[in-house]
């Protein structure tokens, strides 16, 4: 059973920053593309960034690019999101996803307000 499990939200100040991990099991993770997504109050669920398995390449939202950076240690099943230069429209709950699997983590809240 694939589980994913998000850590390290919570309230930063407009211009701060927050470092998100996900901590995978039940997997081949070194082969696994990974996701972040995020959901505002109100609003749909939307894909901040995807990492891909083997070459790393990443991709982001056009709302995010160069604020946020994905990254992976496949020795430790991890996936991260550094979040630089955070604005109050970035408050919103964040998930962990693995599209291969269509599984999702619990989420973790981060909150950009002074």
């Known amino acids: 059973q694939v589980q994913l499990v998000e850590s390290g939200g919570g309230l930063v100040q407009p211009g701060g920053s927050l470092r998100l991990s996900c901590a995978a099991s039940?997997?081949?993770?070194?082969?696994?593309?990974m996701s972040w997504y995020r959901q505002a109050p109100g609003k749909e669920r939307e894909l901040v960034a995807t990492?891909?398995?083997?070459?790393?390449?990443?991709t982001y939202a056009d709302s995010v690019k160069g604020r946020f950076t994905i990254s992976r240690d496949n020795a430790k099943n991890s996936v991260f999101l550094q979040m630089n230069s955070l604005k109050p429209e970035d408050t919103a709950v964040y998930y962990c996803?693995?599209?291969?699997?269509?599984?999702w983590g619990q989420g973790t809240q981060v909150t950009v307000s002074s």
């Open positions: 039940g997997l081949t993770f070194s082969r696994t593309a």
């Open positions: 996803y693995t599209p291969r699997f269509n599984a």
């Open positions: 990492i891909i398995s083997i070459s790393g390449i990443s």
